[in-house]
Nanobody, 119 residues
Framework: QVQLVESGGGLVQPGGSLRLSCAASGSIFSSYFMGWYRQAPGKQRELVARISTSGLTKYTDSVLGRFTISRDNAKNSVYLQMTSLKPEDTAVYLC?????????????WGQGTQVTVSS
C-alpha cells in the first residue's frame, strides 16, 4: 500500500514557474515508477512525465524542455519542476506510483493539486 500526497500547486502567471512535490509513504518507494499526470476540466487524464526506478524519464511532447521530473528516494519524494508555464497547463496534477511505464488498475494515485496559469 502506498499513500501519495501532492503539494506545490497554485496560481501563476504565464511564463512563471512552479515546483510540485509528491510525498510517498507506506511501501518501498524506490521500487516504484513514479509519474505526474494532469486532468483539465472536460478532458481526459494525460501523462505529463514519468520516471523509472533507475531515473529514466519520459515526457509528453507539450512539456518537453519546460518540465523536469525528478525523484529523491531518500526522501520518498518525486518532484515536477515546471517552467515557462502556459494557460493550457492549467489542470489538476496527480501523482502516480506504479510498476512500469504504463499505468495499471492497481496503481496508486494522490488526490491532486490544482495548477492554474492565468494573468
Amino acid at each position: 500500500q502506498v499513500q501519495l500526497v501532492e503539494s506545490g500547486g497554485g496560481l501563476v502567471q504565464p511564463g512563471g514557474s512552479l515546483r510540485l512535490s509528491c510525498a510517498a509513504s507506506g511501501s518501498i518507494f524506490s521500487s516504484y515508477f513514479m509519474g505526474w499526470y494532469r486532468q483539465a476540466p472536460g478532458k481526459q487524464r494525460e501523462l505529463v512525465a514519468r520516471i523509472s526506478t533507475s531515473g529514466l524519464t519520459k515526457y509528453t511532447d507539450s512539456v518537453l524542455g519546460r518540465f523536469t521530473i525528478s525523484r529523491d528516494n531518500a526522501k520518498n519524494s518525486v518532484y515536477l519542476q515546471m517552467t515557462s508555464l502556459k494557460p493550457e497547463d492549467t489542470a489538476v496534477y496527480l501523482c502516480n506510483a506504479g510498476k512500469g511505464w504504463s499505468t495499471q488498475s492497481y496503481d496508486y494515485w494522490g488526490q491532486g493539486t490544482q495548477v492554474t496559469v492565468s494573468s
